[in-house]
Every structure is written in C-alpha cells, then in structure tokens.
C-alpha cells in the first residue's frame, strides 16, 4: 500500500459524459501527479500540482482539467468523454526534500466509456 | 527530450532461471532520476527502485539487482531464480531535474511471464 488513495476504483460512464476522478496524496506529500495508462499510448503524464498550484503539464487534454484542494487533494475532471478516454488513471504523490523525484501511485481508477 | 526505451516487449522463463530486462534512456540533462515499477495483474504500480545520475553504483535487493552504466545509457534489471509472483509488467521510467521538469517518462514496459 503506497498511501495515496484514489475513488473510485472503477467507473462507467456514456460517451459525451462528464466524470471526476478524485486523489488524495500520501500524507505530508504536497506534489500529486496525474497519468494515463491506455493500451495504444502507454503510461503518460497528464499534469502535476505542488501545493495548490500548477506545476507542470504534460500531455492533457482540453477537455480534461485537475485541481488540487488546500487540503491538498487533487481531483482530475474528464469532460465530453470519447470511446478512446477508456484507461487507467493513475494519480501519484511525492515527498519533499532530497526524495522529491520519487513517485508513489494510487492504485489507479480504472474508466470505461461506452 | 528525455525518451525511454524498453525493446523487449514479452519476455517468458521458466521458474528459477535468471532474467534481465533491458532498458535504454535519452537525457541532455546532466541531473535525472531512473526508477523502476513492477505492475502486477492487480494493476497497480509498485515503486522498485530509484537512481539518480551521480550515482553509479549497482545495487541488490535480495533476487533484484540493478545495472547502471552511463556510458550505455542503460539501467537494466535483472532477477535471479524468477518466481511465478514476479509475472508483472515491468516499466523503466526517467524524470530530469526536478527544478525544471518533474514529469516521469515511462517505457512502453516489459510483461515478463514466468512459468512454474
């Protein structure tokens, strides 16, 4: 169990549909992170938080968006969902200091859509 | 741009051999972070190991041991006598200096089966 936990495990939703993905980092972790796993592109970074604030984007979508809370859990939300949004997203966490560049990873939110 | 390559796509052995999956990366930065993930069938992924770029010793963790060589630009894993519990999808990633980029760049991953 690597501590941070992400809701829910699975979901279901219709084309066109509006989902949110929610996170919450190990404690004391400030950094959450947020990747995609799908068949055809692999694990791939989405955008990362630190404290509230955006720190780096990666391969997002317009029509996705992620925020972080000031309690500092993060929620990642997928609008006008299409056939190939179908993955696994994952959420990590971070510490400070000399440990920053390592990554602990929810156990993933599995998202179908139909 | 930081890229990671893992050629090998499947891997099988039998229980007890020895097996090295390999993995490639491309940095300009002089400072960068290696890491290794096994991804179980549960799906999540499990934090191995991490390496920073000064540090080039190997390291061994009971059947796990790691090879770093700068020169290569490979930080290969190997596990000796493979167990059917280490059937996983084996992901080598890279994340460069954290002050700039903090993104992680994954491999497209090893499934490594492992046949009692």
Not at chain 2, 79 to 88: F, K
């Amino acid at each position: 169990d690597s501590g941070v936990t992400q809701t829910p495990k699975h979901l279901i939703t219709a084309t066109g549909q509006r989902v949110t993905l929610r996170c919450s980092p190990r404690s004391g972790d400030l950094s959450v992170y947020w990747y995609q796993q799908s068949l055809d592109q692999g694990l791939q970074f989405l955008i990362q938080y630190y404290n509230g604030e955006e720190r780096a984007k990666g391969n997002i979508l317009e029509r996705f968006s992620a925020q972080q809370f000031p309690d500092l859990h993060s929620e990642l939300n997928l609008s006008s969902l299409e056939l190939g949004d179908s993955a696994l997203y994952f959420c990590a966490s971070s510490p400070r200091g000399d440990r920053v560049n390592e990554q602990f990873f929810g156990p993933g939110t599995r998202l179908t859509v139909l | 741009a930081q890229k990671v390559t893992q050629a090998q796509t499947e891997i099988s052995v039998v229980e007890k051999e020895d097996v090295t999956l390999d993995c490639v990366y491309e940095t300009r930065d002089t400072t960068y972070y290696l890491f290794w993930y096994k991804q179980p069938p549960s799906g999540e992924l499990v934090f191995l190991i991490r390496r920073n770029s000064f540090d080039e010793q190997n390291e061994i963790s009971g059947r796990y041991s790691w090879n770093f060589q700068k020169s290569t630009s490979s930080f290969n894993f190997t596990i000796t006598a493979s167990q059917v519990v280490d059937s996983a999808v084996y992901f080598c990633a890279l994340s460069e200096n954290p002050l700039v980029n903090n993104d992680m760049r994954f491999g497209a991953g090893t499934r490594l089966t492992v046949k009692p």
